[in-house]
T-cell receptor, first 115, second 113 residues
Framework: GAVVSQHPSWVICKSGTSVKIECRSL??????MFWYRQFPKQSLMLMAT?????????EQGVEKDKFLINHASLTLSTLTVTSAHPEDSSFYIC???????????FGSGTRLTVV | DQQVKQNSPSLSVQEGRISILNCDYT??????FLWYKKYPAEGPTFLIS?????DKNEDGRFTVFLNKSAKHLSLHIVPSQPGDSAVYFC????????????FGQGTTLQVKP
């Protein structure tokens, strides 16, 4: 079945630094990738949608300059949290899809802690 | 504005009995609904889905019911097993070109042996 690899699974960084999270579709080409954020005991909140080769579409309230998304190939999307602050600490999850008529495969998530 | 709501944060059932998890939505344009199972610090795992043109879909122990007039769906697990204990999220596919999903808040299911 479809597999999405997300790396790293956890990261601790200092306030003010940037962190990059990778999301790879291992056995299929994902035309669309989604990035979610989950706070403890809360829902998965969609941050942005990215299509290969085009700019990401950000949800309302998500700072595009802070959460940089790059979808350079059909198998790789990256989320960079720039100038991270403690309030950015969260669980970030990516999802990949072949298209609207197909299913969604989720990565295993990344626990980001900013100290 | 929470378009997908799971009003029960938790549910506890006895092993072997039925678990019923509920989900309500507000947008009548949602065309596809999915249920996911999730453990802490892991990504969601797909369980079962249903198209908006159907009212029931069954897969083994899992059945999803959709009541479009009430904008309500439910997941039935029969019989419940201790291994089913997890957080369950319902999600609705938005009417967009990309098919983005909108998630509910989740319901924590505990199945007691």
């Amino acid at each position: 079945g479809a597999v999405v690899s997300q790396h790293p699974s956890w990261v601790i960084c200092k306030s003010g630094t940037s962190v990059k999270i990778e999301c790879r579709s291992l056995d299929f080409q994902a035309t669309t990738m989604f990035w979610y954020r989950q706070f403890p005991k809360q829902s998965l909140m969609l941050m942005a949608t990215s299509n290969e080769g085009s700019k990401a579409t950000y949800e309302q309230g998500v700072e595009k300059d802070k959460f940089l998304i790059n979808h350079a190939s059909l198998t790789l999307s990256t989320l960079t949290v720039t100038s991270a602050h403690p309030e950015d600490s969260s669980f970030y999850i990516c999802s990949a899809s072949l298209g609207r008529s197909y299913g969604y495969t989720f990565g295993s998530g990344t626990r980001l802690t900013v100290v | 504005d929470q378009q997908v709501k799971q009003n029960s944060p938790s549910l506890s059932v006895q092993e072997g009995r039925i678990s019923i998890l509920n989900c309500d939505y507000t947008n009548s344009m949602f065309d596809y609904f999915l249920w996911y199972k999730k453990y802490p610090a892991e990504g969601p795992t797909f369980l079962i889905s249903i198209s908006s043109i159907k009212d029931k879909n069954e897969d083994g122990r899992f059945t999803v019911f959709l009541n479009k007039s009430a904008k309500h769906l439910s997941l039935h697990i029969v019989p419940s097993q201790p291994g089913d204990s997890a957080v369950y999220f319902c999600a609705a596919r938005a009417p967009s070109n990309t098919g983005k999903l909108i998630f509910g808040q989740g319901t924590t299911l505990q199945v007691k042996p």
